[in-house]
């Protein structure tokens, strides 16, 4: 256990369906990441949140997807009228950025959510 | 757009063997490298690189950063087959982290 809590941990749907993820992090890590992961490849980066401010989305990402990180304490990550191909693992990490290049920047994943369109 | 490449793609050795793995990488504004073990569930954190040239130890794991050439690799002494796993390697920039797609390592008895 990393710390990091993911919910829930498998979704499954229809197409067409909104669906919602959240994240819990670290309490004192301060960036939060969503990724997703299909079979073969690596995390394809989404978006991330330093605090509540979020700071970037893939260029890859439509419009049918939203994260909000309230407060800078969890996140939400939705996807609207889900489509089969956002079928993957949904995977939440959170890193404490050092402010010194010296000290460790340590990030952690949280379970992941396994999503499924039907 | 940041790009990291891992190789081998795959890999097959036997119990006892020694591996490299590679990572390369561009990125804008590198801040650190980060290597992470996968099985069937979500990353476990490994290493965490910002100095070129400090080798990281944790067991018969060992890991080192050469930021001129823009690259890292992870070693596996003894291998075992509990090491046998996706193994990512990620760059860490001014903002997001980006990924390479891993190399599989099986270890056989």
């Known amino acids: 256990d990393t710390g990091v809590s993911q919910d829930p941990r498998h979704k499954i749907t229809k197409r067409g369906q909104n669906v919602t993820f959240r994240c819990d992090p670290i309490?004192?890590?301060?960036?939060l990441y969503w990724y997703r992961q299909t079979l073969g490849q690596g995390p394809e980066f989404l978006t991330y949140?330093?605090?509540?401010?979020?700071?970037?989305k893939s260029r890859l990402l439509s419009d049918r997807f939203s994260a909000e990180r309230p407060k800078g304490s969890f996140s939400t990550l939705e996807i609207q009228r889900t489509e089969q191909g956002d079928s993957a693992m949904y995977l939440c990490?959170?890193?404490?950025?050092?402010?010194?290049?010296?000290?460790?920047?340590?990030?952690?994943f949280g379970p992941g959510t396994r999503l499924t369109v039907l | 757009e940041d790009k990291v490449v891992q190789s081998p793609l795959s890999l097959v050795v036997h119990e006892g063997d020694t591996v490299t793995l590679n990572c390369s990488y561009e990125?804008?504004?590198?801040?650190?490298l980060l290597w992470y073990k996968q099985e069937k569930k979500a990353p476990t954190f490994l290493f965490m690189l910002?100095?070129?040239?400090i080798e990281k130890k944790s067991g018969r794991l060992s890991s080192i950063l050469d930021k001129k050439e823009l690259s890292s690799i992870l070693n596996i002494t003894a291998t075992q087959t509990g090491d046998s796993a996706i193994y990512l390697c990620?760059?860490?920039?001014?903002?997001?982290?980006?990924f390479g797609d891993g190399t599989t390592l099986t270890v056989k008895p």
């Open positions: 990490a959170s890193l404490r950025l050092a402010g010194d290049l010296h000290r460790t920047d340590t990030q952690y």
């Open positions: 309490s004192e890590h301060n960036r």
């Open positions: 949140f330093q605090n509540e401010a979020q700071l970037e």
């Open positions: 990125v804008t504004n590198f801040r650190s």
């Open positions: 910002t100095s070129s040239g």
């Open positions: 990620a760059v860490v920039g001014a903002g997001k982290s980006t």
